[in-house]
């Protein structure tokens, strides 16, 4: 009797210990957490509020239920947003921005409380469009194309400036995709063709200058030939249009020696050749 007794008693002993090391288990679990590296930590408290401070990296002790830690990433992120924006000559053009943002550290306690965790995807993508509109609207759209690192640099500068406003630092602003609305296009691509026909015109109109003054030139050059041979002919008779009747019948009779389909026969009655009159 007083051995069951006594392993009852130790028993409860052992249940008692095993619950009490559970509970404190428990609570020190709950009264730890830990910051990962390229992180930091926001806590807050249900007396005090948002905490001025921020916590680093690491693990740290907070007080269970009355505190609770939130957690910030301060790595510089990626953000892709497009806009349509008008320019000054009331074109539509498509835009793709790309920024790399982060918070500023010292800051993140302020927006907690103003933006939240997600302030990224809060505030960047409205001063975005904002920005690219404000700008694109001070050029035409053929200068976009033709002061384009222009235009990158306000929209950069522009956007830093705002972003500030709202302690979020951008590290890199690039305009990655800009394109034109169909009627644009096609009044682009019209001009082009215009301007390939109207260099077409002018080379067309050079050719023919340039065979006029040929033609005016070679006119010239048989005048003199023609007034040459007058007037040789003149000061030395036919003499000299017979020698180059002569000369040309040489030619004329060296080109058709050379063609084997061509029989030469002599002129005059008599045709038979080789034959005896005799027989």
Not at 106 to 122: A, M, N, Q, V, W
Not at 211 to 220: H, M, P, V
Request: proline share 4%; net charge positive; aromatic share 6%.
């Amino acid at each position: 009797m007083g051995s069951s007794q006594a392993a009852v008693s130790f028993l409860t002993n052992v249940a008692r210990a095993a619950f009490g090391l559970g509970v404190g288990a428990a609570v020190l679990n709950s009264s730890l957490y830990t910051v990962d590296g390229g992180q930091r930590a926001v806590l807050f408290d249900r007396f005090r509020g948002v905490i001025d401070d921020t916590v680093g990296e690491g693990t740290h002790f907070l007080i269970p239920w009355l505190q609770k830690p939130f957690i910030f990433d301060i790595r510089t992120r990626p953000h892709t947003f497009s806009s349509v924006s008008g320019t000054k000559d009331l074109q539509m053009v498509n835009l793709t921005l790309r920024v790399l943002s982060r918070p500023e550290v010292s800051r993140l306690p302020y927006i907690f409380k103003t933006l939240g965790l997600e302030y990224d995807e809060k505030v960047l993508p409205s001063i975005g469009n904002e920005v690219l509109k404000a700008v694109v609207a001070q050029f035409n759209a053929d200068q976009l194309l033709t002061e384009r690192p222009h235009v990158s640099a306000l929209v950069r500068d522009s956007l830093i400036r705002r972003a500030k406003d709202f302690n979020i630092v951008l590290d890199d602003v690039a305009i990655t995709h800009l394109s034109y609305g169909a009627e644009f296009s096609r009044a682009v691509e019209q001009k082009q063709v215009a301007q390939q026909e109207a260099e077409r015109s002018k080379f067309v109109v050079a050719k023919a200058e340039q065979e006029r003054r040929a033609a005016i030139i070679r006119a010239q050059g048989e005048s003199e030939s023609a007034k040459l041979i007058s007037d040789a002919t003149a000061s030395a008779g036919m003499g000299l249009i017979e020698l180059r009747r002569i000369e040309a019948s040489r030619e004329v009779a060296a080109t058709l020696a050379k063609s084997p389909n061509v029989a030469y026969l002599p002129g005059g009655k008599n045709l038979l050749l080789a034959l005896n009159p005799s027989r």
